[in-house]
C-alpha cells in the first residue's frame, strides 16, 4: 500500500523558516510528480508546490513564490519543502500529494499523506 | 487563475436518499486531448482528503459505484445514488487542467 508520510511540521515565529519532509514507501518514487497541498484551520485545500521525477520542473502558487522551495531526493524516497520567510498565513496542514499522470498532463492526487501542522505565531 | 465555485455549501441528507453537488468553473476544463480535468476529492472528518473522481467521470480506485461524476466544459455534477453514513465529509473539486490546480470552497454533506 501507498504511503506518504509528513515530518518536519511545528510551531515558528512570524520570518522563521521550516523545512517539511515527506517519506514515501511502496510504490515508485522517481516515476512520479509529486506535489504539497495545505489546508488552513477550518479552511478549504490550495495547492502550493509541484515538482516533476527527476526534479527539474517546479511550480509554485503565487503566494509562496520566491519563499518556498520544493525539491526531492529519490535515493532517500523523500520530498522536501523548505519554507522561508514564514507569515502568519502559512499557518496550515501541509499535505503531501502524489500526482497520477493522465494522458501525459496533470491527472489528479491519487495518494494523500496525513499531513503536518505549521503554525506561525510570535 | 481558474475560480472553482461549488453549490451548496451545506447538503443534510438521509440515510438512503440521493445527492448531487454542482461545481462550476470559471473557464472550460476541457483540454484538446478531448477529456475534462475535474477532480473530486472527499475530506472525511479528521482524515486527508481522497480521490473519488478524476477526468470528469472517472472513479478512482475504490470508490464505489454509487458515486458518479458528470458534465463538460464549465459545469460538472457529483452525484451519490444512495448517501451512506460513512459519506459524510467535505466534498471538493478541483481543476487539473490549467497551472494553479484550483479547488473549490468545498460542500459539507452530513446525515440528517
Known amino acids: 500500500e501507498v504511503q506518504l508520510v509528513e515530518s518536519g511540521g511545528g510551531l515558528v515565529q512570524p520570518g522563521g523558516s521550516l523545512r517539511l519532509s515527506c517519506e514515501a514507501s511502496?510504490?515508485?518514487?522517481?516515476?512520479?510528480?509529486m506535489s504539497w497541498v495545505r489546508q488552513a484551520p477550518g479552511k478549504g485545500l490550495e495547492w502550493v508546490a509541484s515538482?516533476?521525477?527527476?526534479?527539474?520542473?517546479?511550480s509554485f502558487v503565487d503566494s509562496v513564490k520566491g519563499r518556498f522551495t520544493i525539491s526531492r531526493d529519490n535515493a532517500r524516497n523523500s520530498l522536501y519543502l523548505q519554507m522561508n520567510s514564514l507569515r502568519a498565513e502559512d499557518t496550515a496542514v501541509y499535505y503531501c500529494?502524489?500526482?497520477?499522470?493522465?494522458?501525459?498532463?496533470?491527472?489528479?492526487?491519487?495518494?494523500w499523506g496525513q499531513g503536518s501542522l505549521v503554525t506561525v505565531s510570535s | 487563475d481558474i475560480v472553482m465555485t461549488q453549490s451548496p455549501l451545506y447538503l443534510p441528507v438521509s440515510p438512503g436518499e440521493p445527492a448531487s453537488i454542482s461545481c462550476r468553473s470559471s473557464?472550460?476544463?476541457?483540454?484538446?486531448?478531448?477529456?475534462?480535468?475535474l477532480d473530486w476529492y472527499l475530506q472525511k472528518p479528521g482524515q486527508s482528503p481522497q480521490p473519488l473522481i478524476f477526468?470528469?467521470?472517472n472513479r478512482a480506485s475504490g470508490v464505489p459505484d454509487r458515486f458518479s461524476g458528470s458534465g463538460s466544459g464549465t459545469d460538472f455534477t457529483l452525484n451519490i445514488t444512495r448517501v451512506e453514513a460513512e459519506d459524510v465529509g467535505l466534498y471538493y473539486c478541483?481543476?487539473?487542467?490549467?497551472?494553479?490546480?484550483?479547488f473549490g470552497g468545498g460542500t459539507k454533506v452530513e446525515i440528517k
Open positions: 515538482i516533476n521525477q527527476d526534479g527539474s520542473e517546479k
Open positions: 500529494a502524489r500526482i497520477f499522470l493522465c494522458f501525459g498532463e496533470f491527472g489528479y492526487f491519487d495518494h
Open positions: 477526468l470528469g467521470s
Open positions: 511502496e510504490f515508485t518514487f522517481s516515476r512520479f510528480w
Open positions: 473557464q472550460s476544463l476541457l483540454h484538446r486531448n478531448g477529456y475534462n480535468y
Open positions: 478541483m481543476q487539473a487542467v490549467q497551472t494553479p490546480p484550483t
